[in-house]
């Protein structure tokens, strides 16, 4: 942690700049917060390239090759991310340059540098504080996404395993699985006949006496 001399000394040196001398640089000045604003929106500064940014989300586009809303926003949120972790680590060293005292007074890094010494007490931690979270920002978008395409892959493979068994059952059983029925009892058979066989013979009365008959019981 800087001492108070050390801090006292960076002040006095940021105040006796003369300010931005160039349209670039008076231009990136008047956009300067009162703080530091490395967690504000993400925009590019006017003293940074746009073409740059562009081909860099160009190049992320290309390597991650997004296909949903969702998987653009994550691929621009690594982009994004690594352009501001390139900005902390480029103001990092406009602050060590303003602190030896070998920065470019007109240089806009060179006025943000002075006004995150003015409003931290420690302005290189600050700024390495904002790399890792930028650093942690764009591992865990890349980390989502890479999730997310797993969990795609791994229901496409479903789906193929689902329809190729599918495809392997046979015409006949996906006939005889859709159209087969409990087999229900057969009807009661009302007929007389049937009726008859079913119930007891009725009791019939011995046969009558035969007198002609040559036998008889004594």
């Not at 925009?43 to 998987?71: M, S």
């Not at 806009?108 to 600050?126: E, K, S, Y």
């Not at 066989?197 to 011995?206: D, I, T, V």
């Amino acid at each position: 942690m800087a001492t108070q001399a050390q801090t006292s000394a960076n002040q006095r040196n940021a105040q006796a700049s003369t300010g931005p001398r160039t349209a670039q640089g008076k231009s990136a000045s008047s956009g300067n917060a009162t703080k530091h604003g490395l967690s504000a929106a993400f925009r590019v500064l006017t003293n940074e390239n746009q073409e740059e940014f562009d081909e860099l989300i160009a190049e992320f586009n290309r390597t991650f090759a997004p296909t949903t809303a969702y998987e653009r926003f994550l691929v621009e949120e690594m982009a994004q991310s690594r352009w501001r972790l390139a900005r902390a680590r480029r103001l990092e060293a406009a602050v060590i340059e303003l602190i030896v005292g070998s920065a470019d007074p007109a240089d806009a890094d060179f006025r943000l540098a002075a006004a995150i010494i003015n409003n931290t007490v420690d302005p290189l931690v600050v700024l390495q504080r904002h790399a890792a979270a930028m650093e942690r920002t764009g591992y865990r978008a890349l980390k989502q996404l890479l999730a997310l395409r797993k969990l795609e892959a791994q229901a496409a493979r479903d789906a193929a395993r689902q329809n190729e068994a599918n495809l392997n059952v046979s015409p006949d059983a996906k006939l005889k699985t859709r159209h087969k029925t409990p087999h229900p009892e057969a009807p009661a058979n009302n007929s007389p006949a049937a009726a008859e066989s079913r119930c007891p013979p009725p009791n019939r009365p011995p046969p009558a006496h035969d007198e002609t008959n040559p036998i008889r019981a004594t």
